[in-house]
């Protein structure tokens, strides 16, 4: 089982930035490629960003891209979104996800979530 744990979540106004984390525990190493997706409210659940376990590989959603980045230190388990000029759309809970292989469909270990909102 590998467990994940989200933080960095908040409410922020339009334009500025935050930084979501996410620590992996459990029979995880750093082979494991992670993720984040997000639901935001009235909508399924969806793919934001997802990144290999050396790192050497990320994958963004098109919405996303060139405002979001997706980091992990291998060292700390951890796993980072680094969002920039948000705006109020991208308001959701966003999920850290697990899987042993990069996949942006269904990752097979999730977190609980962490809400974001951005107000205007």
């Known amino acids: 089982q590998v467990y994940l744990v989200e933080s960095g979540g908040g409410l922020v106004q339009a334009g500025a930035s935050l930084r979501l984390s996410c620590e992996a525990s459990?029979?995880?190493?750093?082979?494991?490629?992670m993720g984040w997706f997000r639901r935001a409210p009235g909508k399924e659940r969806g793919f934001v960003a997802v990144?290999?376990?050396?790192?050497?590989?990320?994958y963004y959603a098109d919405s996303v891209k060139g405002r979001f980045t997706i980091t992990r230190d291998n060292a700390k388990n951890t796993v980072y979104l680094q969002m920039n000029t948000l705006r109020p759309e991208v308001t959701a809970v966003y999920y850290c996800?697990?899987?042993?292989?990069?996949?942006?469909?269904?990752?097979?270990?999730w977190g609980q979530g962490t809400q974001v909102t951005v107000s205007s």
């Open positions: 990144i290999s376990g050396s790192g050497g590989s990320t």
């Open positions: 996800t697990a899987d042993r292989v990069v996949v942006i469909t269904a990752p097979e270990y």
């Open positions: 459990g029979r995880t190493d750093s082979s494991y490629a």
